[in-house]
């Protein structure tokens, strides 16, 4: 069946470095959403991308739909402690919801 | 404002029990979602409702069951039949399900086993 995987699957970082996380999948889809969920709390959308190659940024995140349309990746640039939390990759079609299983980050004061 | 309200945030059972998660929106959305999410881990679908009157289920819906009367409404019951309920339970809500329709997420209920 349709699955994404995102790696890493964790990561510990110091504050005020950059962060790089990606997810993959076997089928080719035309939407990437990426969501962060604080520990606790629900998710929250971060940066949604429609077209293959589209780069879009909000605030210090980045995100891109790759060209083979298989994959997306995210980047945060000069981490900050508030950037802790779980982040999901998301590509649900028009009849099957699908969450990637998650980037656990930690940043480190 | 507009959002999605789950009720309670935290919940004990006795085993044996049924319990009734709570999942209002005023986003007026079409589409509403539940899933579970144990400790360090990603989101399971358990169902979900695409309109009033209907709902399919998801990966992982044996032990609930949910009902769908209302548009804005969406309960889930962990049914005596989960035998592993203790769980943090996400409703959400989208305005359908498609292609890039981001979904909105309450805050959680965390179920747990007295």
């Known amino acids: 069946g349709q699955q994404l995987n995102q790696s890493p699957q964790s990561m510990f970082i110091q504050e005020g470095e950059d962060v790089s996380m990606n997810c993959t999948s076997s089928s080719i889809f035309n939407t990437w959403l990426w969501y962060k969920q604080d520990p606790g709390e629900g998710p929250v959308l971060l940066i949604a991308?429609?077209?293959?190659?589209e780069l879009t940024s909000n605030g210090r995140l980045t995100a891109q739909f790759g060209i083979t349309r298989k994959d997306s990746f995210l980047n945060i640039s000069a981490s900050i402690p508030s950037d802790v939390g779980i982040y999901f990759c998301?590509?649900?079609?028009?009849?099957?919801?699908?969450f990637g299983p998650g980037t656990s980050l930690s940043v480190i004061p | 404002d507009g959002g999605i309200t789950q009720s309670p945030k935290y919940l004990f059972r006795k085993e044996g029990q049924n319990v009734t998660l709570s999942c209002e929106q005023n986003?007026?959305?079409?589409?509403m979602y539940w899933y579970r999410q144990d400790p360090g881990q990603g989101l399971r679908l358990i169902y979900y409702?695409?309109?009033?009157?209907?709902?399919q289920k998801g990966d992982i819906a044996e032990g609930y069951s949910v009902s769908r009367e209302k548009k804005e409404s969406f309960p889930l019951t962990v049914t005596s039949a989960q035998k592993n309920p203790t769980a943090f339970y996400l409703c959400?809500?989208?305005?359908?399900?498609?292609?890039?329709?981001?979904?909105?997420f309450g805050d959680g209920t965390r179920l747990s086993i007295l």
């Open positions: 409702s695409q309109i009033v009157n209907d709902f």
């Open positions: 986003l007026n959305h079409d589409a």
């Open positions: 998301d590509k649900t079609s028009y009849d099957k919801v699908i």
């Open positions: 991308l429609y077209k293959a190659g």
């Open positions: 959400a809500s989208s305005i359908g399900v498609g292609w890039g329709q981001p979904q909105h």
